[in-house]
């Protein structure tokens, strides 16, 4: 059985960092593309980052890259992402997600596992 966890969210003042962690289990881990999705209450789910199979390179978000950081530990099954100078409109639920291709895609709907997200809050 596939599980996900995500975790590392909570509250943070404008231009502080954070760094979110999704365990998993039940998945061949380093080969499996990871990915970072966020989402705000009546918005599309965004993607945020991935981290491609057999550590082949890493996507992020035009907006995103110069702030946000995605690493994996695949000893530990686990996937990272490192926010820093976080600002208001990174408000929002963090989600990792998992899927068997090489070379991940941006559409959420492309992804087949996924965590039950974790809330990030930036104060203004």
């Known amino acids: 059985q596939v599980q996900m966890a995500e975790s590392g969210g909570g509250m943070v003042q404008a231009g502080g960092s954070l760094k979110l962690s999704c365990v998993t289990s039940?998945?061949?881990?380093?080969?499996?593309?990871m990915a970072w999705f966020r989402q705000v209450p009546g918005q599309d789910r965004e993607f945020v980052a991935a981290?491609?199979?057999?550590?082949?390179?890493?996507i992020y978000a035009g907006s995103l890259r110069d702030r946000f950081t995605i690493s994996r530990d695949n000893a530990k099954n686990t996937l990272y992402l490192q926010m820093n100078v976080l600002k208001p409109e990174d408000t929002a639920v963090y989600y990792c997600?998992?899927?068997?291709?090489?070379?991940?895609?941006?559409?959420?709907?492309?992804?087949?596992?996924w965590g039950q997200g974790t809330q990030v809050t930036v104060s203004s």
């Open positions: 981290s491609k199979g057999r550590d082949a390179g890493t």
């Open positions: 997600a998992a899927d068997s291709t090489m070379w991940p895609s941006r559409r959420m709907s492309n992804w087949s596992y």
């Open positions: 039940g998945l061949p881990f380093s080969t499996y593309s």
